[in-house]
Structures are given as C-alpha cells and as structure tokens.
C-alpha cells in the first residue's frame, strides 16, 4: 500500500503563488510516477501536470510557463509550483501515484493507482 499525503492549499489572491507538495509512504521502493489533477465544483476530474521517474514532465496548456512539478526522490515528495494563479485554477488538487509504468506517465486518471485526500485551492479576484 501506498500512502500520499498532501499539503499546501489554501487561499491567494490572483497572481499570487502556492506550492503543493505531496509525500509518499509505503510502496516507494519501486519506480512510479505522479501526477497532479485538479477538480473544480461541478466539473471533472482534469490532468494538471504529471512527472515520470525519468523525471519527464507534462502540463495541460492552461498551466504551461505558470506551473511546475518537481520531485525529490530521496524524500519521495512531489511538488507543484503554482505562480501566476488565476480565479479558474481554484479547485481541489489531488496528486496520484502511477506504479504500472517504469519511466514514463500517464494523464489518464483510471491508470493511477493510489491518490490523496485533495487539498482545496481557492484564487480571489
């Protein structure tokens, strides 16, 4: 079993930045990727950025040059480096944990295998 654990919501105005971090326990000897989606009132669970072992990156367009995701491995945390934040990122951010792929990632939320309990992110105008 793997246990994630998320930190580092809350409220920021408009232009303002928060970082996301995400610590994993448990399974962390294996190699897995992580991902970061986001779900806002009423709509779907979206892909925000996900990172491979390798450490090869993705961002959804709306977040490109705003967003980064970064992981230490030797502390088995994630993070998500969120600048320039926008009314429309407010959401519940869950990061997810991936150990069916070696080196690669996946932005299909149904192929990861473990998930935090969300933390809110709330963007004022």
């Known amino acids: 079993q793997v246990q994630l654990v998320e930190s580092g919501g809350g409220l920021v105005q408009a232009g303002g930045s928060l970082r996301l971090s995400c610590a994993a326990s448990?399974?962390?000897?294996?190699?897995?990727?992580m991902g970061w989606f986001r779900q806002a009132p009423g709509q779907e669970l979206d892909i925000v950025a996900a990172?491979?072992?390798?450490?090869?990156?993705y961002y959804i367009d709306s977040v490109k040059g705003r967003f980064t995701i970064s992981r230490d491995k030797a502390k088995n945390t994630v993070y998500l480096q969120m600048n320039s934040l926008k009314p429309e990122d407010a959401a519940v951010y869950f990061c997810?944990?991936?150990?069916?792929?070696?080196?690669?990632?996946?932005?299909?939320?149904?192929?990861?295998?473990?998930w935090g309990q969300g933390t809110q992110v709330t963007v004022s105008s």
């Open positions: 997810a944990a991936d150990f069916r792929r070696g080196s690669g990632y996946s932005t299909d939320s149904t192929e990861y295998d473990y």
């Open positions: 990172i491979g072992w390798s450490e090869r990156t």
């Open positions: 448990g399974r962390t000897f294996s190699r897995y990727a």
